[in-house]
């Protein structure tokens, strides 16, 4: 009887602490409109057996600063991407002669290409780069050309088209995911439309849409976000009309999957509209600052992107204790809120700039020092 009594309390405790394990792992899921929304609220959720702690090892950084990557013709860093061997690719939209310069993965530079000039395989304006599933380097050319090249710089192949696309990325079966930009007739406002095409950029359907002030006589800030990324398999995209709200498509445009989230709300103080009223008037844009209205919140984020093992990291507005880092939400495969990290702030990250990805279980940050130029910083990733 006395150990009864002694095994009775362990049993209970044993019992306890299982059925808060499966309370904090339920998850919020219902279907809506035939598309499952999962539903995730402020604190991460402990998943059995799955790593939700990252640690990050610096590796090396390449850095624009340095006189040896300037003398190169890399002085800037408008856009970035790596191969499946690590070989790091920059675009370079200031330079005089190649746009895209190589690194392999021990930082070493190989070689430059992607000519300036209106030829076959050569570049105007580039705005966008990435390496597809088969190491191609692809560049979207505001001249109206998707131009592929092989990862020692020779030329593949070109699409051309009569459409305004901003990017278009390279997607595993063949087609495209691409941003196509249309001005109204009263030049108020700029649409932005996310495509899904095919090889030849044809049309197949519109994913979604957001509308972009054209901006002339009144700039809002924060400026929306209309936020999208593809991984192996997936594409994501987020709108900040909707909230928090990140919409999970197939490679066929099918709808799969919403993950929502709860949030609060950075405000738009005093200190931060000053700053950003002087950050203004020493910039191309100084013109704004007669026209410049203030929202009262940002977005609910600003940025994404996913990584090998199918995490998607969503870079808020919400700052750290560390004024230089940004706190970053991670999800997993299933959309389900595991953890959050803090990265160094970078610059905000658009639709046409990347600002940090992950892949050969490394990552890839671009950081602005304090001067203003732009250094790429490598880290080794390790889930536990």
Excluded at 102 to 116: E, L, M, V, Y
Excluded at 126 to 136: A, E, R, T, Y
Excluded at 190 to 212: A, D, N, S
Excluded at 232 to 237: L, T, V
Aim: proline share 3%; charged share 30%; glycine share 8%.
């Amino acid at each position: 009887m006395k150990k009864l009594c002694m095994i009775l309390p362990l049993a209970l405790i044993l019992c306890f602490m299982v059925s808060c394990q499966d309370k904090e792992a339920k998850i919020e899921r219902y279907m809506e409109d035939g598309v499952e929304v999962v539903v995730n609220h402020m604190e991460p959720y402990k998943i059995n057996g799955e790593a939700n702690i990252l640690h990050l090892t610096e590796e090396f950084t390449i850095d624009t600063e340095n006189d040896d990557i300037a003398e190169i013709g890399l002085t800037n860093i408008f856009g970035f991407d790596v191969d499946s061997e690590g070989s790091l690719y920059f675009l370079n939209r200031r330079s005089g002669e190649d746009f895209v310069f190589k690194f392999d993965q021990a930082r070493n530079f190989i070689a430059s290409f992607g000519r300036r000039g209106q030829g076959p395989g050569e570049l105007t304006n580039p705005l966008h780069m990435i390496v597809d599933c088969k190491d191609d380097i692809v560049i979207t050319d505001i001249a109206g050309k998707i131009v592929s090249f092989g990862k020692d710089g020779s030329y593949k192949k070109q699409v051309k088209t009569e459409q305004i696309l901003m990017q278009a990325l390279p997607l595993e079966n063949g087609n495209y995911l691409a941003n196509k930009r249309i001005f109204n007739p009263d030049g108020n406002y700029v649409e932005l439309h996310l495509l899904l095409c095919g090889p030849e950029l044809e049309v197949i359907k519109e994913l979604g849409k957001y509308k972009q002030p054209n901006y002339r006589d009144k700039w809002g800030f924060p400026e929306d976000t209309f936020i999208y990324c593809v991984s192996e398999r997936k594409i994501f995209m987020g709108n900040s009309e909707s909230g928090y709200e990140i919409k999970v498509y197939d490679l066929a445009g099918n709808l799969k999957r919403k993950i929502r989230k709860e949030f609060r709300p950075v405000e738009v103080t005093e200190e931060i509209k000053k700053k950003t009223i002087k950050e203004l008037e020493g910039s191309p844009r100084a013109f704004m600052t007669d026209g410049i209205f203030f929202h009262k919140h940002f977005p609910a984020f600003q940025y994404f992107f996913t990584d090998d093992e199918g995490h998607l990291f969503v870079m808020m507005y919400e700052e750290t204790e560390n004024p230089r880092e940004f706190m970053y939400d991670v999800f997993n495969s299933s959309g389900i809120f595991v953890s959050r990290i803090c990265l160094d702030k970078v610059r905000e990250g658009t639709i046409y700039r990347k600002v940090a990805m992950a892949k050969n279980h490394r990552l890839y940050c671009l950081k602005e020092k304090e001067g203003g130029q732009l250094e790429l910083v490598v880290y080794r990733m390790r889930w536990e």
